[in-house]
């Protein structure tokens, strides 16, 4: 296929062998992770699997790609402002992997079978891979820019629901309790309006869920460019519409997501902003 290669490997490749080996070993650890430390509170959750994921997935990459540039969520200090500051230490590079190592982090040590991988490649700041793999039920979410994306090699599509009522929409719960009031307020607003809520804890994986058409809708506020990045592409390249809070184009500080089918996405961010969302779209 003809997809930008360095050394006769291509990014994708090589983003897929890193989430297929990263995730392979996550699984095996699943309710057998021996550390259990908290960041930023007592919600702000890693193990060590989380660090040695990331290990994993950041040696073979940069085996392959030693130029590039690399930033992963373990690698970064907690809190909100770190983040920012990582992020825009590198947002420019040329090429800039980012990675989430385990998404879904609370899940992973409560047992709870649902969390992912989540890998991006961007070129001068735009997405131009994204991988998210669910080690659980070994399903692989691959995005390339301008060529598709494919779930278990098919090519997916959003899913075509035009109206709010007819909508399956997910949300993530916010760690932050600054952020939690709003998402509160929100999820008020928006559910009386459509078919109903879920909430699985990846935001990557609803993501994914989104371009696969098995959700119309997700948003959720407080998140990063590892959380998001992946997620965007597959979205984007399944025909579906990535945004913030106030409905402006998806980049790589966006922290304060809505993603849809496209088809609902002006309703559910007029719902979204009249709720309350967070005050500051990137903050
Ligand atoms: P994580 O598991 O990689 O940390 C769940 O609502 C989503 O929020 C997950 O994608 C999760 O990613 C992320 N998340 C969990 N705790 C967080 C925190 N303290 N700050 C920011 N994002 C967080
Ligand atoms: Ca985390
Ligand atoms: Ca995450
Ligand atoms: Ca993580």
């Known amino acids: ?4 290669a360095i050394g006769g490997k291509s990014f994708t490749a090589v983003a ?18 021996t550390t259990l430390n908290l960041k930023y509170s007592a919600q702000d959750l890693v193990t060590e699997v989380d660090k040695g994921a990331e290990t994993m997935i950041r040696n073979l990459i940069m085996t392959h790609f030693p130029h590039h540039s690399f930033l992963g969520e373990e690698g970064v200090q907690p809190g909100p402002e770190a983040s920012e500051r990582a992020l825009s230490n590198v947002q420019d590079e040329e090429y800039l992997w980012i990675v989430d190592p385990v998404d879904g982090t609370t899940n992973f040590v409560h047992g709870f079978p649902f ?9 001068k700041g735009e997405v131009i891979v994204g991988i998210v793999y669910d080690p659980m039920r070994d399903e692989l979410f691959v995005a390339e820019k301008g060529k598709g994306a494919y779930v278990h090699g098919q090519r997916m599509s959003v899913s075509e629901e035009a109206d709010l009522r007819e909508s399956l929409v997910a949300t993530g719960f916010p760690a932050d309790p600054l952020m939690l009031q709003p998402n509160l307020q929100q999820l008020q607003a928006i559910a009386p309006q459509v078919r109903n809520i879920r909430s699985g804890g990846s935001a990557a994986l609803h ?74 779209t990137e903050g």
């Open 1 to 4: 296929r003809d997809v930008p």
């Open 16 to 33: 897929i062998n890193s989430a297929a080996k990263a995730g392979e070993w996550i699984k095996t650890k699943l309710g057998k992770h």
């Open 115 to 123: 969390f992912s991988v989540s890998i991006a490649l961007a070129h």
């Open 207 to 280: 993501m994914a869920y989104v371009a696969a058409g098995r959700l119309s809708g997700f948003w959720e506020q407080g998140l990063n460019a590892w959380d998001l990045a992946a997620g965007y592409l597959l979205i984007k390249e399944s025909g579906g519409r990535v945004s913030d809070m106030a409905g402006e184009p998806y980049h790589l500080g966006v922290r304060h997501v809505a993603a849809t089918n496209g088809r609902i996405h002006d309703s559910f961010v007029d719902e979204l902003k009249k709720a309350g969302a967070a005050s500051r």
